[in-house]
């Protein structure tokens, strides 16, 4: 008997932690009746064909098939669901996961081709489903299987009737078995890891708030699991805790344990409540290496209304503080969260809402949209807030009674800017001078929306190095700013990122330079026989190497440090731009600022939002 568990992930470097969570527990509970020989994994994308997953899952020749459920892969599974009975109709399907756990009687008359699904957590009722299955076959005595009828959190279809059994009792998570002792298959892939379940919060639009028992895994257990991502050189480890410093704790014990065994290279990320944080969490925080740690904060609005009626608490005052002290140990990458299309949130109050958070310095700012989520309070509250959303997933808001569809598409618009010119962290030096000529920054992108429509970038969006010139054409087109420094700081974006191998069609003519520049690497040799080298890391390169793995480029007008003045200098200086040595936030490269003599001006260099 084959059982075959089924993922459509969103991305090639995403997993599925369920579908290994349900093969491990099977594998060590079920291991006197050697049930882990019977389960089969196969991990597809979105972006594979449907003939191609058809084609995948056929070949395996499956006993039972099992899809894992959420809003990104739901219309793909259903549509396979349809064809897979059309070639298999003796093969049972079921489904689980929080897509269809909240709507499985609705699924199961809608799908007449689905045999069952599996309701909340599936370790313990796949268990029971995989013995009923694996018993029914081999009739094995070890095998002592239970009727569908008598497993726990299952709908399923009996003849004609749709049967739901009892509801299945929450997992003790430190009964979970470690999901990664063998990391092959899993290179290149984002590693999950959940050192706790549920919420205390009761956040309307979240399914989250639906489970308010917060179970903690055994700290033994966790500190043995994160040592092995550790030990293996792991590049991330997304925590998937949903508020994940609701236990304080809990939280400082892990965060303690990453200080003290950092290995260097390991990344966690955590999704936590800013506000929740005390003085003794950001003490030790703010002495993490840089890069180790990255928090997702969702703050989701500022408006004090909206914040009571979704049922979120949160002070907004204290929370901006918190992230202040965050940001003061330059370590911490930090992704804050928004969304639109939500009660009392009109336009104009989601403008302030992004003002305030913009103005915290977030390396990530997430402009999202309403998702109405089966099973939650804000899909209970549609008619109440006028709230209309797309029938197919991902079920997001079209218009609310504060806000039209026509602003939800403006939003995408200003959305799109958002991502390609602030999270892209490619332009860090011209948006903080083009700033200056909105009456916010909401306002700044609002213009460049209504410049790329205008255009048709949106239509036609431009490559990467061309967004540059097109941030050059909208400077000179909505600002009365200076074109020659706006040409200057886009120079210093693009080589802060890369060598480009193609200059820059703004940027200054480097022949009349090259010689001066060449003279600095020579200089730098003879330096280095002195012992007074400014680049030690590349004291086994001759001037030929270094120029191919430095830049150096002029720049004549004061645009460096925290607080520039954008004026015109009395006379250039020389940036040297050093990319074996990255800012670990924001992967820019390290400089060193000269004067045309070459001598290291002592300028604090700012190469971050914050």
Known sequence: MKFLLTAVNAKYIHTNPALYSLKAYASQYGAEEALGQHIQIAEYTINNRMDEILSGIYKHRPDVIAFSCYIWNITEILSLVKELHKIMPYVPI??????????????????????????????????????????KETASEKCSRK??????GIVFRKGAEIVR??????T?????????????????KIIYYESSRGCPFRCSYCLSSIDKKVRLRNMDIVKKELQFFLDNNVPQVKFIDRTFNCNHDHAMEIWQYIREHDNGITNFHFEIAADLLNEEELVL???LRPGAVQMEIGIQTTNPKTIEEIRRIMDVDKLERIVCRLHQGNNIHIHLDLIAGLPYEDYESFGNSFNRVYAMKPEQLQLGFLKVLSGSYMAEKCEDYGLLYTDMPPYEVLKTNWLSFEDVCRLKQIEEMVELYYNSNQFTHTLPYLEQFFESPFALFERLAAFYERKGYFISTPSRIYRYEVLLQFAEAETKGDSELVKELLTMDVYLRENAKSRPAFAKDLNPYKEKINSFFRLEERRRERG????????????????????????SYDILGKNPSYEKEKEEKFVLFDYQNRNPLTYEGAVVILDREFNRVEKPMDTSKQ
């Open 94 to 135: 079921w489904l689980g996961g929080p897509e269809v756990s909240f709507r499985a009687g609705e699924v199961m008359k809608s799908y007449p081709e689905l045999t069952g699904i599996m309701v909340g957590e599936g370790e313990e009722t796949f268990l029971e489903l995989l013995r009923y299955y694996a018993g």
């Open 147 to 152: 009727a569908l009828d008598d497993i726990g």
């Open 165 to 170: 059994t009892e509801e299945r009792a929450l």
């Open 172 to 188: 003790d998570l430190s009964r979970l078995p470690f999901l990664y002792d063998d990391l092959s298959g899993f290179e290149h």
């Open 285 to 287: 925080l703010n002495t």
């Open 532 to 555: 007074e080298h400014l680049l030690p890391a590349y004291e086994k390169y001759d001037p030929r190497g270094m120029i191919r793995m430095l830049h150096m480029e002029p720049f």
